[in-house]
Each structure stands twice: as structure tokens, then as C-alpha cells.
């Protein structure tokens, strides 16, 4: 909870991407369902309602299944080797890509959430969104960072932790 009373500055997404990117599909997961679990559920802030709890819990595992994939398209590419310098311009790319989409992708469907659950119209989607929308850019530009400059220098550290 370091980061909880920055708005949208986070690095529990990055944190469940690795998770998934290190130990696996399954597990990945597994670390998303329960983290996001014991996050949203003991949140300083408060605690995260039903439906948006129910969403917290699906998205974050599906992100522990991309960590997981991500690992999976990359293991066997020329330009990824886990053991050495991840700080390649085509790497840091990738991982800002996906760290872009997840978090673009999150403040979507939560604020898609939110309004269905709690406004019960589709029809206050849009002026629900775009009022939100400096904290959306600080969001996605603070994760797609941290994905770019955090993500290729802690895989290979955490993966000669494990050898």
C-alpha cells in the first residue's frame, strides 16, 4: 500500500505481470486472483464493491496469464535472452506495449463496471470516462514506464535469484 495515496500510481500490475512472466500460467494466476484479493478487499482507501471486486479478481489473474504468455512468445526470439541485458530497444517496446494495452484496457472496463453497477446506464459511460481522464493518462503513462524501465532490469536478476 506504499503507493495507495498516489492516484493511479501503482506497481501491483507490473508486480502480477512478473509473477506470471516468472513462475508460469498457473501460478501466475493464482498470485493475481489472491493478491488483488487481499488488495481491493483491505485497501486503506476502502474496500473495492462486489461487481468491481469480481472484475479486480478476473482481470488481475488474466494479467498473470499474459506475464506468463508474453514469457512464452519471447523465450524463443533472437533478441530475448532472460540471462542477459534486457535493456534492447525492441524489448522495451514490447513491454511498454502490453503495460500500455493492460492498463488502457483496466481503466476501460472498471469505469465500464462502475457505471453499469452503480449508474445503471450505458448512456453515462462516456461523460463518466472522460472525466476521468488525467488520471487514466497518469495510469497508463506511469505503467507503461514501469513496464519499459523496471521489467528488463528485474527479470534477469530475479531469474539468477532462482538458478
Known amino acids: 500500500y506504499l503507493l495507495a495515496y498516489l ?13 506470471g512472466f516468472i513462475l508460469g500460467k498457473r501460478d501466475g494466476m493464482i498470485v493475481g486472483f489472491f493478491s488483488s484479493f487481499i488488495f481491493s478487499t483491505f485497501n486503506p482507501i476502502g474496500a473495492s464493491p462486489l461487481p468491481l471486486l469480481l472484475f479486480q479478481l478476473t482481470h488481475y489473474s488474466i494479467i498473470g496469464l499474459i506475464g506468463a504468455l508474453t514469457n512464452g512468445v519471447l ?3 533472437s533478441f530475448f535472452t532472460q540471462d542477459e541485458d534486457l535493456y534492447k530497444m525492441s524489448v522495451m ?13 483496466f481503466q476501460v472496463f472498471s469505469s465500464l463496471v462502475h457505471v453499469l453497477s452503480f ?19 497518469v495510469h497508463i503513462l506511469g505503467n507503461t ?3 519499459i524501465f523496471i521489467l528488463p532490469g528485474i527479470i534477469p536478476l530475479i531469474k539468477k535469484m532462482l538458478n
Open 7 to 19: 492516484p493511479n500510481i501503482e506497481l501491483f500490475t507490473l508486480t502480477i505481470f512478473l509473477s
Open 75 to 77: 523465450k524463443n526470439r
Open 93 to 105: 517496446v514490447i513491454f511498454g506495449f502490453i503495460g500500455a494495452i493492460i492498463t488502457t484496457s
Open 119 to 137: 449508474l445503471g446506464s450505458i448512456d453515462a459511460f462516456l461523460p463518466y470516462f472522460l472525466s476521468g481522464i488525467p488520471f487514466t493518462i
Open 145 to 147: 514506464l514501469g513496464f
